[in-house]
């Protein structure tokens, strides 16, 4: 038996990049996947033997089909992953020049998208009394990485809170940890030739572990937190990025 057998987790973001290594990471423990993606979820979630939920996480009723849809499908949410966001196609702008709208698209999704997830998931999670919560953050609120103020902040966001949703879901067995990943070679990012050539170098060079990250470098952080291991850990942040930043 592997050690998430038959637990049920979505995965928002699913369908590539980090998220599909993700999905794919905990379907290889035995855990049946519910990828959630504003698009190619069908294809993710087929190759998985999961389900495919299309959702937009920054819309509420969106969110709240996507956790029906876990439990018509399985009777049960044990995982969430709140790995959607707002990245790999920004352009580093001087904050002077990033307008409103800049800010609120990406808060749309990277803050208010994982709040909303969250809050669809919670209700069945309480009454399981368990339940665990995977946010993806970012290196970079550690780091304050200049040219991106409305990305990082939005990622130090979603650090604190995790440490609220920790407290108010502890009662209930629910833990819920952060991961903050390095710069990342996922397909999205690969995909911005200009994002490539801005940090990729730059990146590698300032980790003790002299490499590109890539989000099979994520998944093992994923099943730590997602597994038994981590029973008695909440609240809690963990970089992974090769040794770029000291916590």
């Known amino acids: ?16 990049g980090i998220g599909r290594k993700i999905a794919e990471g905990l379907a ?8 959630a993606d504003l698009k190619a979820a069908d294809d993710a979630a087929s190759s998985l033997g999961g389900t495919a939920v299309a959702c937009d996480v920054s819309d509420q009723q969106a969110c709240e089909r996507m956790a029906q849809a876990a439990i018509d499908a399985y009777g049960r949410i044990d995982i969430l992953v709140n790995n959607a966001g707002i990245w790999s196609s920004l352009v580093a702008t001087p ?3 990033l307008s409103a709208e800049d800010w609120r698209r990406v808060l749309d999704v990277n803050v208010i998208g994982m709040f909303l997830a969250t809050r669809a998931v919670a209700p069945f999670m309480r009454e399981a009394k368990r339940g665990r919560i995977i946010n993806l953050a970012s290196g970079t609120p550690y780091k304050g990485v200049p040219f991106f103020m409305h990305y990082v902040a939005s990622k130090g966001a979603v650090i604190a809170m995790t440490r609220v949703m920790a407290k108010e879901l502890g009662g209930d067995n629910i833990l819920v940890n952060t991961i903050a990943p390095g710069f990342t070679l996922s397909d999205g ?9 801005q940090l990729q170098d730059v990146s590698a060079k300032a980790r003790v572990l002299v490499r590109d990250q890539y989000p099979e470098d994520i998944v093992g952080a994923v099943l730590f937190f997602a597994g038994e291991r981590s029973s008695f850990i909440t609240g ?4 992974v990025d090769g040794g770029a930043f000291f916590n």
């Open 236 to 239: 809690q942040s963990l970089v």
């Open 95 to 97: 904050f002077e020049q």
């Open 189 to 197: 990012v690969l995909a911005n030739q200009t994002q490539v050539d």
């Open 28 to 35: 290889g423990e035995g855990a049946r996947v519910v990828v």
């Open 1 to 16: 038996m592997s050690s998430l057998d038959q637990q049920v987790a979505i995965v928002t973001g699913g369908a590539q």
